[in-house]
């Protein structure tokens, strides 16, 4: 449940997300969002499309609280984003990015991040739910091995998987999915697709998409055009 108590977040439901009229400059005289307004019901599976440069990965930065909107807000249940506390908020919520950070240390370290419970067995769980488990099998020292940003060992899409088996970990509520422009290798697309059908209606999502083929399952899509949401509808609709 919502343990919102002093400003500590532990999210185990789906909260509602709200962004209310929000406005947002990078630079001054430089609107990148302007009046946006979009709701993001629990459980659901929201898909965000615009061209490049849009403001779409402006939205999840704000949202994980890294940016602050100069006007409007952004809600999660009944409390402002600033409510809470960072750390809980950014748990809470898994970016997916289109750039994944990978840190200079081994596969188990950049799984747990602070976490301390979960052990190998749980690991190895997760990855297999995000069909690593093959790559896993590859690596010399296994769940040891050391791995970066640069890491040969790793694709894009390697990465993006390894992100989404640290939200299962941390119990993340809400995903977002910033998907990457640069063209995955064909196996992590499909293994990411069917991440995706897995999380349906357990978590909420922002599926941030390129290819509008993954995208048939949202329940709702949102088009931005330069900072402005345009339509927002069913894949039927649009
Ligand atoms: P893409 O499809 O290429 O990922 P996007 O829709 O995600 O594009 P954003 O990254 O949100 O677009 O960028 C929106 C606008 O804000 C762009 O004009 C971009 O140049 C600018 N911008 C993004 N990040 C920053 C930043 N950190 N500082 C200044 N301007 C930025
Ligand atoms: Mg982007």
Known sequence: DIESSGGS???????????????????????????????IAPGEFVALVGPTGSGKSTIAQLLKGYYQANSGHIQLDQHLISHYQTDGLRKA???????PFIM??????????????????QLHHVLAQVELAPWLASLPQGLDTSIDNNSPLLTLGQKQLLCFARALLQNSSVIILDEASASLDPASEQAIQ???AQLRGKVSLLVIAHKLSNIKMADKIAVLQQGVLMQQGKHADL
Do not use: M, W
């Open 9 to 39: 977040l532990q999210l185990n439901h789906c909260p509602t997300i709200c962004f209310h009229q929000v406005s947002f400059a990078y630079v001054q005289g430089e609107p990148v969002l302007s009046n946006l307004d979009l709701t």
């Open 93 to 99: 919520i898994t970016l997916v990015d289109q750039k």
């Open 104 to 121: 200079q240390a081994s596969v188990r370290q950049n799984l747990l991040l602070d976490l301390v419970h979960p052990d190998d067995a």
């Open 194 to 196: 069917r991440v995706i």
